[in-house]
């Protein structure tokens, strides 16, 4: 199964982001309920790799904090394949995000070597989708964020495929943001 660790945002918050998904053609926008901020992408793991990085995952002690989405972008310089809300800067985000890498590599699970970029993907692009009106929604957005929200916890997520529609997203275990320090 393909599992990805994840935020998941508040409804107060995924409806802010809903509220802005239009004024794009070729865009086929993200539903409400499966809004998040992806920690990591473990992509395909066996059930006992999976079962070893739920045991790592849930290592981290670490409190609640604040997140706050702000402006907008896209992947893809030549072909846009997806348009993303950013997220501010956040010291405990980057530290969720390494407790993530390094659980899966305790775990013996490889991760991809790019550049983590905090973000929502709000719409996947149908092929030449056209790019100025990509732009446009971007200016649209330059100025916009939302209020801040509350972070405190985090999900292993397992992405299932569908005939027809976007993957089934199913919550696998859900880790609190209680505590304070990692435990080594």
Same mark, same amino acid.
């Given at each position: 199964?393909?599992?990805?660790?994840?935020?998941?945002?508040?409804?107060?918050?995924?409806?802010?982001?809903?509220?802005?998904?239009?004024?794009?053609?070729?865009?086929?926008?993200?539903?409400?309920?499966?809004?998040?901020?992806?920690?990591?992408?473990?992509?395909?793991?066996?059930?006992?790799?999976?079962?070893?990085?739920?045991?790592?995952?849930?290592?981290?002690?670490?409190?609640?904090?604040?997140?706050?989405?702000?402006?907008?972008?896209?992947?893809?310089?030549?072909?846009?394949?997806?348009?993303?809300?950013?997220?501010?800067?956040?010291?405990?985000?980057?530290?969720?995000?390494?407790?993530?890498?390094?659980?899966?590599?305790?775990?013996?699970?490889?991760?991809?070597?790019?550049?983590?970029?905090?973000? +929502?993907?709000?719409?996947?692009? /149908?092929?030449?989708?056209? !790019?100025? *009106?990509?732009? #446009?929604?971007?200016?649209? $957005?330059?100025?916009?964020?939302?209020?801040?929200?509350?972070?405190?916890?985090?999900?292993? +997520?397992?992405?299932?495929?569908? /005939?027809?529609?976007?993957? !089934?997203? *199913?919550?696998? #275990?859900?880790?609190?943001? $209680?505590?304070?320090?990692?435990?080594?």
């Amino acid at each position: 199964m393909k599992l990805f660790a994840a935020i998941f945002l508040p409804d107060n918050i995924a409806g802010d982001v809903v509220r802005e998904q239009k004024g794009v053609s070729g865009a086929r926008w993200v539903s409400q309920e499966r809004l998040h901020i992806t920690l990591g992408f473990f992509g395909e793991v066996d059930s006992d790799h999976a079962e070893l990085l739920d045991h790592e995952l849930g290592k981290l002690h670490m409190g609640s904090f604040e997140l706050r989405l702000e402006g907008s972008g896209h992947f893809g310089k030549t072909e846009p394949h997806a348009i993303w809300a950013g997220v501010s800067p956040s010291p405990a985000l980057a530290r969720l995000n390494r407790h993530c890498r390094q659980a899966a590599r305790r775990a013996d699970i490889p991760l991809e070597a790019r550049k983590y970029t905090p973000h +929502v993907t709000m719409a996947y692009m /149908k092929p030449r989708s056209p !790019l100025d *009106r990509i732009i #446009a929604f971007e200016q649209r $957005l330059a100025d916009w964020s939302t209020r801040p929200f509350l972070v405190d916890q985090y999900s292993l +997520v397992s992405s299932h495929e569908k /005939k027809r529609g976007p993957n !089934l997203y *199913r919550e696998e #275990a859900v880790f609190p943001l $209680l505590g304070e320090g990692v435990v080594p």
